[in-house]
């Protein structure tokens, strides 16, 4: 699909799922892994190595602190920024798990629209709905994906996360896992501190730095948070959540949303359905499909939204989705498909649309990081080259994936299961 993309906001990564609690409690974030943007100031850069440990981290920010101040941030800004801040060693355990433990997409989605977080949305909208309105207008964005970004992301601003900024990016920057990368995201944290827009003490966010109500990065902060108050200051962390559902909507109408348009409709596939078409290089139009077979759950062809892909998140024994344009704009925000779907779904959900009708394979498990770095060496070896070995399910993997099932007489949905794994085994 084509999108406008930002540069300086081109994910590098695929995200996994990260575990999240499952009782579908409103008051839990449910963002996968950090997003990975490059900073303005940074590069992201991955130099693996070992957990430095607390010392020589005092002496790391007396040498960051010299660089800081070549690169513009005050003397003053620096110091008030870094007083009391501390090595913290949860944040860089954090760091090292995140893709270890993974949920299933119908766990995730199970918890992402729940019934709880469904009406926790409808009352956010009837509370905020004026607010909401004026930003649709003003940014093109249907208010329903703001509204989903913002359940998910803090939980209509309840759980907007307790962690110093500045202390967790200084912690991860000195890390040097990704350590440029994270280093870019403090110097534009500092940026921030310089600009007025709030204060360290008040600059609290997740561990991994994302911030506010909609958890923007630094990076992204600087370029796309919207002063939607006309108060001077750009407050992603305020009670008042103005700002930051002003900043989710730039951010998506800057990546090219299209008002009006679904993110993508659960569709049922015939009976005989050419999997290898299930690709989200193969487009489209919503009637081409039909005319192989594919419609809505109601059994009527799809509204013409343009050029669309079919994906099936839980392969072939899972619900599928024809997914259009805007299902690209909401990766731009975060690329794990999970996250896309639960965004999606939220937002319908909270507008009046049905569940999801179709099941899921619900006996299958998510497979851990060794499963599935394991899965892309047996895929190599036998063959099917997913070009990467480093436990990320992305478009390559799927296609090896994919390409192994063709050989062996399965179904070839791409689907990552268990039950490929062992088959290679």
Same mark, same amino acid.
């Given at each position: 699909m084509r999108t406008r993309i930002l540069s300086i906001f081109m994910s590098l990564w695929a995200a996994g799922v990260a575990a999240a609690p499952g009782d579908g409690a409103p008051e839990e974030s449910l963002r996968p892994s950090a997003r990975p943007f490059l900073s303005t100031q940074g590069s992201a850069t991955q130099v693996p190595q070992g957990v430095k440990g607390a010392a020589g981290f005092r002496d790391w920010i007396a040498e960051f602190r010299g660089r800081a101040l070549e690169k513009g941030i005050s003397a003053s800004t620096f110091d008030a920024a870094f007083r009391g801040v501390d090595y913290d060693p949860e944040v860089v355990k954090r760091d090292r798990n995140q893709n270890e433990f993974t949920k299933t997409l119908w766990v995730y989605l199970d918890?992402?629209?729940?019934?709880?977080?469904?009406?926790?949305?409808?009352?956010?909208?009837?509370?905020?709905?004026? %607010?909401?309105?004026?930003?649709?207008?003003?940014?093109?964005?249907?208010? +329903?994906?703001?509204?989903?970004?913002?359940?998910?992301?803090?939980?209509? @601003? !309840?759980?907007?996360?307790?962690?110093?900024?500045?202390?967790? =990016?200084?912690? %991860?920057?000195?890390?040097?896992?990704? @350590?440029?990368?994270?280093?870019?995201? %403090?110097?534009?944290?500092? !940026?921030?501190?310089?600009?007025?827009?709030?204060?360290?003490?008040?600059?609290?966010? *997740?561990?991994?730095?994302?911030?506010?109500? #909609? +958890?923007?990065?630094? *990076?992204?902060?600087?370029?796309?948070?919207?002063?939607?108050?006309?108060?001077?200051?750009?407050?992603?962390? *305020?009670?008042d959540p103005a700002d930051a559902l002003a900043s989710a909507a730039n951010y998506l109408s800057e990546n090219g949303?299209?008002?009006?348009?679904?993110?993508?409709?659960?569709?049922? =596939?015939?009976?005989?359905?050419?999997? !290898? =078409?299930?690709?989200?290089?193969?487009?489209?139009?919503? *009637?081409?499909?039909?005319?192989?077979?594919? #419609?809505?759950?109601?059994?009527?062809?799809?509204?013409?939204?343009?050029?669309?892909?079919?994906?099936?998140?839980?392969?072939?024994?899972?619900?599928?989705?024809?997914?259009?344009?805007?299902f690209a704009v909401i990766e731009r925000y975060n690329s794990a498909d999970a996250y896309v779907i639960g965004v999606g779904h939220l937002g319908d959900r909270i507008m009046g649309g049905g569940p999801i009708r179709h099941g899921w394979p619900r006996e299958d498990r998510a497979l851990t990081l060794d499963e599935r770095m394991e899965l892309q060496t047996r895929l190599r070896e036998a063959g099917f080259d997913p070009e990467k070995i480093d436990g990320r399910i992305g478009p390559l993997t799927i296609n090896a994936v994919r390409g192994y099932q063709k050989s062996t007489g399965a179904v070839p949905d791409g689907y990552a299961s268990l039950r490929v794994l062992d088959a290679l085994r």
């Open positions: 918890s992402a629209a729940s019934e709880a977080r469904i009406a926790a949305g409808k009352k956010a909208l009837a509370k905020h709905r004026a %607010l909401l309105d004026r930003i649709e207008a003003k940014y093109g964005v249907d208010k +329903q994906a703001v509204l989903a970004i913002w359940g998910l992301e803090s939980a209509f @601003g !309840t759980y907007r996360g307790d962690d110093p900024v500045i202390q967790s =990016l200084a912690t %991860l920057a000195y890390d040097t896992r990704r @350590g440029a990368f994270f280093e870019g995201q %403090l110097l534009d944290a500092l !940026t921030i501190l310089q600009n007025g827009d709030t204060v360290a003490a008040n600059m609290k966010g *997740s561990w991994a730095g994302a911030m506010g109500h #909609t +958890q923007f990065m630094p *990076s992204s902060f600087l370029a796309l948070a919207e002063d939607w108050n006309g108060d001077g200051r750009r407050d992603i962390w *305020s009670d949303w299209q008002k009006g348009m679904p993110w993508g409709v659960e569709v049922t =596939l015939p009976e005989g359905f050419d999997y !290898t =078409l299930a690709d989200r290089e193969i487009e489209k139009t919503p *009637s081409d499909w039909a005319a192989l077979g594919v #419609t809505g759950t109601d059994g009527k062809p799809v509204a013409d939204h343009g050029p669309a892909s079919i994906l099936l998140p839980g392969g072939h024994l899972g619900a599928a989705f024809m997914i259009f344009e805007n």
